[in-house]
T-cell receptor
Framework: GENVEQHPSTLSVQEGDSAVIKCTYSDSASNYFPWYKQELGKRPQLIIDIRSNVGEKKDQRIAVTLNKTAKHFSLHITETQPEDSAVYFCAASNNAGNMLTFGGGTRLMVKP | DSGVTQTPKHLITATGQRVTLRCSPRSGDLSVYWYQQSLDQGLQFLIQYYNGEERAKGNILERFSAQQFPDLHSELNLSSLELGDSALYFC?????????????FGPGTRLLVL
């Protein structure tokens, strides 16, 4: 089955800096890659997703890139703010089923 | 608010007991997923239903079972509970349950087994 690895497990940045979180996946059939933000004790919330027919997608300060050949995808957050502090999860799924396989999560801390 | 509801929010029970977690999907969504989030295992897919039928199974223990009812709400039954079953249980829903479709998560049920 699919295996998703996520790095780093923790990331600390200064407010205004950029943050990058990277994920690799194992199943070449995977074609949908969402990113979720989870605040402590809350539900995972979708912040951006990318499908395998595109290489990059942006939404304001957030962008995701996908390299299908290398089987990795990354989340980029620019101009970080304290409210960006949370745990971020990458995930992957494919057409055979919509179940999500999650990475281990990255705890992002943005220092004011 | 994602539109997915889960009850109860918290559940405290003893080892060996049985509990039922309930989930109502977003209006119009036909597919429901259950995920378990524990400190050591992260977020893990348990099971998926589509319009009342089981569609996919993940790392779900034999002590656990689920079903989706005609009104599309779903229940996850956990029996012979063990300490290690303590976790956050999330339900998610999507429109058709097919690939590349966004899943919206509910607020979760926090289960504590003592």
């Amino acid at each position: 089955g699919e295996n998703v690895e996520q790095h780093p497990s923790t990331l600390s940045v200064q407010e205004g800096d950029s943050a990058v979180i990277k994920c690799t996946y194992s199943d070449s059939a995977s074609n949908y890659f969402p990113w979720y933000k989870q605040e402590l004790g809350k539900r995972p919330q979708l912040i951006i997703d990318i499908r395998s027919n595109v290489g990059e997608k942006k939404d304001q300060r957030i962008a995701v890139t996908l390299n299908k050949t290398a089987k990795h995808f990354s989340l980029h957050i620019t101009e970080t703010q304290p409210e960006d502090s949370a745990v971020y999860f990458c995930a992957a799924s494919n057409n055979a089923g919509n179940m999500l396989t999650f990475g281990g999560g990255t705890r992002l801390m943005v220092k004011p | 608010d994602s539109g997915v509801t889960q009850t109860p929010k918290h559940l405290i029970t003893a080892t060996g007991q049985r509990v039922t977690l309930r989930c109502s999907p977003r209006s119009g969504d036909l597919s429901v997923y259950w995920y378990q989030q524990s400190l050591d295992q992260g977020l893990q897919f348990l099971i998926q239903y589509y319009n009342g039928e089981e569609r996919a199974k993940g790392n779900i223990l034999e002590r656990f079972s689920a079903q989706q009812f005609p009104d599309l709400h779903s229940e996850l039954n956990l029996s012979s509970l063990e300490l290690g079953d303590s976790a956050l249980y999330f339900c998610a829903s999507s429109v058709t349950g097919t690939g590349r479709e966004t899943q919206y998560f509910g607020p979760g049920t926090r289960l504590l087994v003592l």
